[in-house]
Each structure stands twice: as structure tokens, then as C-alpha cells.
């Protein structure tokens, strides 16, 4: 069945438009940037440099979004939701569209400028990587099973890294490896949600997204098993990590020991696990085509992050008050 073309432009583009395009919600995958300054305990010394690398990451991500919807305007045209984005739709001309990509680039370059002379390099180097990555993904990834979410999960672990090299800390391979993982549980449920919500035609599904001609429902549900479980022992294992270098008795004022004597920011697995999970069953149940939008609809995982956040915010801020310096 031959492609349309991209839809003929209805009316003139407004600013509401071009806003729409540059996707300001995914910029909440900039909170990656913030884990290694958070977990190094340094994101108070270095927030002018760490916020660089956040809008560093935010541009250069926006402009790849652009990028990505001019080559897959076909493809949106024939999606139920995303035939409705500014592109696809034919609200934004082709032309306007590869401007505001290249806008978006240069601000990228001038956030990293925020960052300290002697880590810029090393975050505008991170973001160039990302932005090579990202487009490799559009032009040729996102066709080739199991490499498509790899490329996609190493978009995370730049992020991360980018906020480690702004803030001056040195992040772990358990922080990475964790990092990793959760992006790749996050690809491969999105890749299952999509088959969920389109079961009804899996043609559709195929010419949305290719690989789905190779991917089934139950490689996914595998995969999406795997990614989860990865994520939980890595994240577990850097948990120990942290008893290491810090102690026992991490995130106790004043250095006081917990009454068992065991690391408290284990706590924080509990959340973890449940929110993890809850996203499986949510996935498995088709209701979302896209997990990152249970961040902002579903309470239950909502509720998870919150306490997660809040649990490893009050930890790790008792150990700064306990005049710890900063490691990753």
C-alpha cells in the first residue's frame, strides 16, 4: 500500500504549533541528567552546571524529535494518535520544520556554556553523542530488532553520564547498568503497548513501527520480564555499592547506626519493585502506548515515584547534612 504524502498545510502555523513539535513533555527524561549530581550528592554545589546539561539534553532532544517526525510523517499519518502531530497533520510545512530543528540544535550548544570550563567539554561532547545516536536511530536503528531499544536505552545512559560529568562525579557501572536496563524495560513496553492497542490490526502495527513484523507478544512480554528483573538487581546492587562507601548505616543523621545494622536506602526497592510491576500489568492490559504516560495518569505508579523520590531524597540528604562528600 503506497505512503501518503504529508498532509497539504490548512492553515498558518502558530507558536502553539511549533511548541507541540520540540515535545517540551519528554523533557522529563532530562530528570536522568539529575541522578548522578542527586546520588553524588552534588547537585547543590553544581545546579548552575547540572542545569546546563539538563537544557542541553532538552534542546538537543527536541531538535531530534524534529528530525524524527519529518522522516516518519508517513508513517504517523497512519497511527490513530500520532497522525495528529503538527507534522503529520500538515500543520508545520516541511521547510519551517527543518529551521526550528536547526534553532533547537544551536540552543543545545549554547546551554552547554552554563556548564564549568573544565567539565563544558565533556557534557557537549556527551550531547553531540546523544544527537549522532538519536538521529543513527531515525535513519537506520529503529528497523533493526533489539538494536532499535539498545540505541534508545543508550540515549538514558548519556543522559546520566552528562550529569555526572557536569557535577564532577564519577558514576557508577551499577548506576549505568541500572540506568540501562530501566530504558530498555521502558523501549521494549512500549513496543508491547503499541501491539496491545493495535491488536485489532496488526498491519497498522507493522507499518507504524517495522520491527513489529519481527517482534511478537510473547518475545516482548519475555523481554519486558527480563528488562524489569535487570533493573531491580542493578539498581539492588548498586544499593550494596553505596553501604560500601558510605556504610551501614546510610541516610541516618549524625551518623547513627540503623537499629539491624543494614543499609536504609534498601528501602527504596520496595517502591521500585511495585511500580515496576505495576507497569507490566498495565501494559499487558493495553491501556497505555506508552509507558512513560503512566508517570502522569496512573496514580498507583505515581504514588510508587513519589515515595521512591521522596524515600531517597530524605536518605541522601541526611547523609549531606552528615557532611559525607560527594561519590557516585
Not at 552554563?114 to 565533556?122: I, N
Request: contains cysteine; proline residues 5%.
Amino acid at each position: 500500500m503506497p505512503m501518503p504524502d504529508q498532509a497539504k498545510p490548512t492553515s498558518q502555523a502558530t507558536p502553539a504549533d511549533f511548541l507541540r513539535l520540540a515535545r517540551p513533555t519528554q523533557w522529563g527524561k532530562g530528570a536522568f541528567v539529575l541522578i548522578g549530581p542527586i546520588y553524588g550528592l552534588a547537585l547543590l554545589d553544581s545546579w548552575v552546571s547540572v542545569l546546563g546539561a539538563f537544557l542541553a539534553f532538552g534542546f538537543a532532544s527536541s531538535g531530534c524529535y524534529v528530525v524524527n517526525d519529518i522522516a516518519d510523517r508517513h508513517a504517523d499519518a497512519l497511527h490513530p494518535r500520532k497522525r495528529r502531530r503538527p507534522i503529520a497533520s500538515g500543520k508545520i510545512a516541511l521547510g519551517p520544520a527543518r529551521l526550528f530543528a536547526v534553532v533547537l540544535m544551536v540552543a543545545a550548544v549554547g546551554a552547554c556554556f552554563l556548564v564549568d570550563d573544565s567539565r563544558r567539554w565533556w557534557v557537549l561532547g556527551l550531547t553531540a553523542l546523544y544527537t549522532l545516536n538519536v538521529l543513527a536511530y531515525s535513519g537506520f536503528m529503529k528497523r533493526v530488532v533489539i538494536l532499535d531499544v539498545i540505541s534508545l536505552s543508550a540515549g538514558f545512559v548519556l543522559r546520566v553520564m552528562a550529569g555526572c560529568a557536569a557535577a564532577g562525579v564519577a558514576p557508577s557501572t551499577w548506576l549505568l547498568n541500572s540506568t540501562f536496563f530501566l530504558a530498555m524495560f521502558l523501549a521494549l513496553g512500549k513496543r508491547l503497548a503499541e501491539r496491545r492497542t493495535m491488536e485489532e490490526n496488526a498491519a497498522d502495527a507493522t507499518q507504524i513501527r517495522g520491527v513489529h513484523s519481527v517482534y511478537t507478544d510473547d518475545l516482548l512480554r519475555m523481554a519486558v520480564v527480563m528488562t524489569a528483573v535487570g533493573t531491580l538487581v542493578t539498581y539492588a546492587g548498586y544499593v550494596e555499592q553505596q553501604q560500601d562507601i558510605y556504610g551501614p548505616a546510610i541516610g541516618t543523621v549524625a551518623s547513627g547506626a540503623s537499629p539491624w545494622g543494614f543499609n536504609l536506602l534498601w528501602l527504596t526497592i520496595l517502591p521500585a519493585t511495585f511500580g515496576l510491576l505495576r507497569c507490566i500489568v498495565l501494559l499487558e492490559q493495553g491501556k497505555y502506548d506508552d509507558p512513560t504516560e503512566l508517570a502522569v495518569r496512573d496514580r498507583g505508579v505515581q504514588v510508587a515515584g513519589v515515595v521512591f523520590v521522596l524515600l531517597s531524597l530524605g536518605l541522601l540528604i541526611a547523609e549531606k547534612l552528615d557532611a559525607i562528600g560527594p561519590g557516585v
